[in-house]
């Protein structure tokens, strides 16, 4: 059984569609290729439908549809990286290509059973994030293993590879092409915080973010921290509003909705008014649909938006902080696919 790599459309409008319909799919306006046997066909199909594209942008649809049509068979693994959430999708093919006219934009797709939907990215190896992170939409990973080792993380095992990494060896290559070049510096990112920032230090981090952010601060020292890690308020002695309780979980596990509620209990009992759960291994889905009813009172960071905080404030945050997450800006060129 081979491993796939199907990631969608490039702002994923659609993968919460997908996740609840079960079903992997290549965003595109373009015919139903079932009937195409060969790559070449659908070139063709490709040509007549879009006479304005670019000869290699034909060659890889027709590569990528071909796939999605002819060469995925059932029982195949699926891998899914979401967009606008530091997650990856696992499932199993259950059937055929098909052309479907009641998905709305979605029309090519593959019936997939999602076996995780919230499969944190600091769950792969990196080698294994490499592969993920082709800015193709649809490529076999076959490199270091892949297969075998996804299999284990969906038994609930450590990715083998984050232990024993291996040379790759010829003939290993995936066929992703270029590599997604902001995906996998974010994943680099994320290995180091997750290397040395654990616990307390990743409070301290969140900490600093919100004294850039113009917050008067006390963090809990290291151990229990009774339901809460930083209390932060505006004002020269930080007595002013918004007054804000702070709950750091540097774990790979997704908060629950217990962790949640116990944040609540905290701001009542610290009178404060606004509250923020930062969990690296973001949330359960019962989690996230009950804190859209605390909307105007709770927001969750989950590590995309911790991220996004910290390149935000970068430049404010200590000296002693940037030296130990030292990262620099770069311009890089956007490669279509």
Same mark, same amino acid.
């Given at each position: ?36 046997? *060969?790559?070449?066909?659908?070139? !063709? ?6 006479? &304005? ?36 999708? =696992? ?19 593959? +019936? ?15 080698? =294994? ?40 060896? +010829?003939? &290993? ?39 850039? &952010? ?9 151990? +229990? ?13 930080? =007595? ?38 930062? *969990? ?9 649909? !009950?804190?859209? =009813? ?23 945050? +200590?000296? !002693? ?14 490669? !279509?696919?």
């Amino acid at each position: 059984m081979a491993l796939w790599m199907v990631r969608g459309d490039r702002h994923g409008q659609y993968q919460k569609l997908a996740l609840e319909k079960g079903f992997a799919y290549h965003f595109s306006q373009l015919p139903d290729v079932s009937r195409a046997t *060969s790559r070449k066909a659908i070139e !063709e199909m490709i040509r007549e439908a879009k006479p &304005e594209a670019k000869e290699a942008q034909i060659r890889s649809w027709a590569a990528q549809l071909f796939a999605l049509a002819h060469r995925i068979k059932e029982g195949d693994l699926i891998a899914m990286p979401l967009r606008n959430t530091p997650q990856i999708a =696992l499932g199993e093919v259950i059937g055929p290509y098909q052309y479907r006219m009641d998905l709305g934009d979605v029309h090519h797709i593959i +019936p997939v059973k999602w076996i995780r939907e919230d499969l944190p990215r600091t769950s792969f190896g990196q080698d =294994l994030l490499y592969s993920l992170g082709s800015a193709r939409t649809v490529c076999q990973v076959k490199r270091n293993n892949a297969e075998t080792r996804i299999r284990e993380i969906l038994q609930g095992k450590q990715d083998p590879g984050l232990n024993h990494p291996r040379k790759i060896e +010829p003939g &290993e290559e995936d066929e992703g092409g270029f590599t997604d070049v902001e995906q996998l510096a974010r994943d680099q990112i994320m290995s180091h915080l997750e290397t040395n920032f654990k616990g307390h230090e990743m409070a301290r981090l969140v900490d600093a973010i919100l004294r850039a &952010e113009g917050y008067v601060t006390e963090m809990a020292s290291p151990g +229990p921290d009774g339901g809460v890690d930083i209390l932060a308020g505006r004002g020269t002695l930080g =007595l002013e509003g918004p007054k804000l309780c702070v709950q750091v979980k540097s774990s790979k596990t997704p908060a629950d909705v217990n962790v949640f509620r116990a944040l609540q209990g905290s701001m009542h009992t610290f009178n404060a008014n606004q509250g923020l759960l930062v *969990s690296w291994g973001g949330f359960t889905k019962a989690t996230e649909n !009950e804190a859209r =009813l605390s909307f105007f009172s709770v927001r969750l960071w989950d590590a995309n938006d911790f991220l996004e905080a910290i390149f935000k404030n970068y430049d404010r945050l +200590p000296e !002693e902080l940037q030296n130990e997450l030292p990262l620099k800006r770069i311009w890089a060129l956007v490669t !279509e696919d």
